[in-house]
């Protein structure tokens, strides 16, 4: 208890003096909280022209797509606010070096790398989720329960657990490959068939949003069970086991990684 209270201790104050830094900056936070904004409107709209087109994709209503997709921008904006760090893994702390400076400290570099940084203009990503989430839910008709509530927090906390724990592995990967771009950006085009029924996709794609990179129990998967679609109640119930799954293996390959890590020099 100790262990986990000193480093919420040591978070705020990383949060206090980069929030000193980032207001030096105030165009920057504002140019970076218009491009979220614009970001999750961009795509709203889009998804709104495609069902202008088309009542329905693959028997999906557009409010169910609505609640799908936020239920996924929500984790992953508090991921990319509280985690984008972890994009720098590879080119920074490995091939520059930094990570040696984190190894000086007696604090876990992997928690350190990820309060070093901290993306403000996430917030307001979060915020635009849940209108999109309530706005969705009211034109579906669902019931926020007792039951409902407790279940969209649990899924809330999986689908931020599963995004660390997938980009912790494969940042991790630059151990060995060690390059200044890697396999992020593969992964990270992969988030956005997460926001989508899966059932919409063929077999090999459904298979690795499902399995390989579980992005699909983000969203999809919590979100059928809240809506009501009980045919994917049996995946739904193993959000939380996929959640903790990839939390370990996250940490079991960065563990691996840093065992391997022989500094930047030569």
Known sequence: ????????????????????????????????????????S????????????????????????????????????????LFTNLFRLGSTYIIEGELDRLLLRPINPLLQIFMERINLEKFFGVIIGFIILFYASGKLGISWTFINIIYLIISLLCGITIYTGVFTSIGSLSFWMPDRTGIVPTAWNLVAFGRYPVDIYNGFLRFIISFVIPFAFVGFFPGSQIMGHYEFRNFALLTPLVACISAVIGYTVWSMGLKKYESAGN
């Open 1 to 40: 208890m100790k262990y986990f209270i000193r480093h919420i201790e040591l978070f705020i104050l990383y949060l206090v003096q980069f929030l000193k830094v980032r207001m030096s900056f105030k165009g920057d936070f504002l140019v970076g909280t218009f491009v979220s904004i614009c970001y999750h």
């Open 42 to 81: 961009i795509t709203i709209y889009t998804i709104s022209v495609m069902f202008s087109k088309t009542p329905t994709l693959n028997e999906w209503k557009k409010e169910e797509i609505f609640f799908i997709y936020a239920l996924c921008a929500i984790p992953f904006d508090i991921f990319g606010m």
